[in-house]
């Protein structure tokens, strides 16, 4: 059991069958430590892979992705929601539907962010119906880089998200899956029922 | 003159008078090298202030405020703008004015992330008006904790935030200060006209 999967059977709060909250640690107060540690986890499993960017969005995406390109030691970049008076130049732009937030916004990373050819690590906290992922997908296909890997925090395995990606090829490698959270326990995928 | 310095005139693309676009490194594209001097920078400063938190606000100061943590090995919280569906506790919320942006949003933090007598370093990638600084500065009040420093990456020290929070005691270090955007020249405080 790696220090992430831990950490959801410690900390991690049930709201009801469908969501845990993981905001002590991973997406409002951050652990630091356990962010260090999802880098090098990260890292090892993607290391050959020669990725030279890696791309994230806003906001829980950042803080993780920042640490993710230290250890690849390759530039960060995170998709702005929206768009503010200062990013007026040309963007790739994708539409996100948003459950947590019931609200559809727009990915945006400027052009020359995103080369032709790039090897692209897609980074993010949580994984459910993968939409913020496929906004990121379609925008690293826009620039004609490839996606060579997808690295997810906490995979919630009872939404279709991670099925819909691995089933396309994509190399999804998931820190922490959890596969139900029922009669407030949390199983994950692998691990028997705590 | 430090890391910042050197990268805000060597690759900021000036806008106006008034504006400057550092997203090459700073808020859009991350370089992640500068990103860590940075947590350096300012733990060098603030190290003997015995913090014990770290404060920033979505989305920018994310990334930076993380790795700052990673200095002071201490967790990092950030203020959340507007709620979403997984944040109905218990918030200290404060409103904030943003001028980018032009639009009003909420800060919220939830309240079990703010202890009375913690001592903070507040964290952020930009300082103009300071509106988003006030807001992180009434939620540390609200909830009797101390801010002990603030920390900026760049400060547009022709605008009237800074010297707001100097006037009131705060312990304000900004990496590099920005006296003026004239005729396509960045002056830096202390620094002659490059």
Same mark, same amino acid.
């Given at each position: 059991m790696n220090l992430v999967e831990q950490k959801v059977l410690d900390e991690a709060?049930?709201?009801?069958?469908?969501?845990?909250?993981v905001d002590s640690f991973l997406n409002h107060q951050m652990d630091v430590e356990l962010i260090f540690e999802i880098g090098k986890l990260f890292h090892d499993?993607?290391?050959?892979?020669?990725?030279?960017?890696?791309?994230?969005?806003?906001?829980s995406?950042i803080g993780i992705a920042v640490v993710v390109a230290h250890y690849?030691?390759? !530039?960060?970049?995170?998709?702005?929601?929206?768009?503010?008076?200062?990013?007026? /130049?040309?963007? =790739?732009?994708?539409?996100? +539907?948003? =459950?947590?937030?019931?609200?559809?916004?727009? +990915?945006?990373?400027?052009?020359?962010?995103?080369?032709?050819? /790039? *090897?692209?690590?897609?980074?993010?906290d949580?994984?459910?119906?993968?939409?913020?992922? *496929?906004?990121?997908? /379609?925008?690293?296909?826009?620039?004609?880089?490839?996606?060579?890997?997808?690295?997810?925090v906490i995979?919630?395995?009872?939404? !279709?998200?991670?099925?819909?990606? *691995?089933? *396309?090829? =994509?190399?999804?490698?998931?820190l922490c899956?959890? /596969?139900?959270?029922?009669?407030?326990?949390?199983?994950?995928?692998?691990?028997?029922?705590?």
């Amino acid at each position: 059991m790696n220090l992430v999967e831990q950490k959801v059977l410690d900390e991690a709060v049930i709201v009801d069958d469908h969501i845990i909250l993981v905001d002590s640690f991973l997406n409002h107060q951050m652990d630091v430590e356990l962010i260090f540690e999802i880098g090098k986890l990260f890292h090892d499993y993607f290391k050959e892979h020669q990725i030279n960017r890696i791309i994230t969005c806003e906001a829980s995406g950042i803080g993780i992705a920042v640490v993710v390109a230290h250890y690849f030691n390759v !530039p960060m970049v995170f998709a702005k929601k929206n768009k503010s008076l200062n990013l007026k /130049d040309d963007l =790739y732009t994708s539409k996100v +539907f948003s =459950y947590t937030k019931q609200s559809t916004s727009s +990915f945006n990373i400027k052009k020359e962010f995103v080369n032709e050819g /790039d *090897r692209v690590l897609i980074i993010d906290d949580f994984l459910a119906n993968a939409e913020a992922t *496929r906004g990121l997908i /379609d925008i690293v296909n826009q620039a004609k880089a490839s996606v060579v890997g997808i690295g997810i925090v906490i995979e919630k395995g009872f939404q !279709p998200g991670g099925q819909w990606l *691995r089933d *396309r090829g =994509y190399d999804l490698h998931s820190l922490c899956i959890i /596969d139900s959270i029922k009669n407030s326990q949390i199983k994950l995928r692998n691990e028997s029922v705590i």
